[in-house]
């Protein structure tokens, strides 16, 4: 215990990342937080103004992204990030800019303290968000997407992204070789007047087969406003022919009881938190994705896939390259105007690595 709480101490104090995890691991970097700007880095999606094709940002380049923040073909939507923001919403984020600097790091449809509208804050390796659905028209759910494109689907959303590019990188060149996420998170803000509106965090990687094209969506949530048990401690995975999609809780153990096949909690991180903010605490999270998990995830895709007749995908991880990461924020879609939700939250220094032993 004294030694867990050394090493979470270095890297909270440092804010070096690639430590010793295990008692003989190693980290290769595979990204470390870039600072970040606001001119530089934040965009918005557009929904219909800018229908998203999968290749709307450069390769190796990182984004912090804000999504669906109005009505199709709306005003708000179309200036989500159109204003420069003045007022410190650092009590819903946990992040405080000083004032002379909020202009070039804030940035909203609105200028509101009083009302409380969105917020999106980046400033540096930094990010901190306010999305408040009652500040927003949100309630057609129009939202039209590629059938290539799965990062454009979904509710109020704010995202930090890479993409690697269809070239991808290498993660699992060992057997021993672990895909691993992780960042430093603060929730001081939820607030909801319908308990059927979710909100959600979570680390996210796109994998690419080299051998066939396909890709794997594969996410670990590390927050989640429903009660931890069925919908939201289970394990997911469904593949339709183009991607494999899988979501599990951060825990090692589902709401079930049954042991979590799609990835592994660090001995060092929190586990998933469920339904109300914590506070202004600083918390690490951190995901494994080892190669006997990805087998497992494979497996079950072939069988879905030869269900319908179709190729498998290689089942062989040193095959599956990293193509896009990213750490998000999301509002499951409302659908009705009676169905509201604030999340408030920053992120510091998302890391992403290769955990290995020699």
């Given at each position: 215990?004294?030694?867990?709480?050394?090493?979470?101490?270095?890297?909270?104090?440092?804010?070096?990342?690639?430590?010793?995890?295990?008692?003989?691991?190693?980290?290769?970097?595979?990204?470390?937080?870039?600072?970040?700007?606001?001119?530089?880095?934040?965009?918005?999606?557009?929904?219909?103004?800018?229908?998203?094709?999968?290749?709307?940002?450069?390769?190796?380049?990182?984004?912090?992204?804000?999504?669906?923040?109005?009505e199709p073909g709306s005003v708000e939507l179309r200036e989500q990030i159109g204003a420069a923001v003045s007022w410190d919403p650092g009590v819903f984020t946990g992040l405080h800019i000083p004032q002379a600097l909020r202009a070039h790091t804030q940035r909203g449809f609105r200028d509101d303290p009083a009302n409380g509208s969105s917020v999106y804050q980046l400033a540096c390796r930094s990010a901190g968000f306010l999305i408040n659905t009652f500040s927003f028209a949100h309630g057609s759910g129009d939202i039209e997407c590629p059938p290539d494109a799965p990062e454009c689907i979904g509710g109020p959303q704010v995202a930090i992204q890479r993409e690697f590019g269809d070239k991808g990188t290498e993660v699992f060149r060992t057997e021993s070789s672990e895909l691993t996420m992780q960042a430093l998170v603060r929730l001081p803000f939820v607030h909801w007047d319908d308990n059927r509106a979710v909100a959600q965090q979570y680390f996210g990687a796109y994998l690419r087969d080299r051998t066939t094209g396909t890709l794997l969506a594969w996410l670990a949530g590390f927050y989640d406003s429903r009660p931890y048990g069925p919908g939201n401690g289970e394990a997911f995975i469904a593949d339709d022919g183009i991607t494999t999609f899988v979501s599990a809780p951060l825990s090692d153990t589902l709401a079930s009881g049954q042991r979590n096949p799609f990835l592994s909690k660090s001995p060092y991180s929190w586990p998933m938190a469920t339904q109300h903010q914590w506070g202004n605490e600083e918390r690490f999270f951190r995901a494994h994705l080892k190669p006997e998990q990805l087998r497992e995830i494979t497996r079950r895709a072939n069988a879905a896939r030869a269900a319908r007749g179709q190729a498998p995908v290689s089942t062989d991880p040193a095959d599956w390259l990293l193509h896009t990461i990213v750490i998000s924020a999301e509002i499951a879609w409302a659908g009705d105007p009676g169905r509201q939700i604030s999340l408030g939250g920053s992120w510091r220094s998302f890391g992403v690595y290769e955990a290995y032993e020699e």
């Open positions: 215990m004294q030694r867990c709480a050394a090493l979470l101490a270095a890297v909270l104090a440092l804010d070096v990342w690639a430590v010793d995890d295990y008692a003989n691991a190693r980290f290769r970097v595979l990204h470390e937080a870039p600072c970040l700007s606001v001119w530089q880095n934040m965009s918005a999606q557009f929904d219909d103004y800018e229908p998203f094709t999968g290749n709307g940002y450069p390769d190796d380049r990182t984004y912090f992204v804000v999504r669906h923040m109005g």
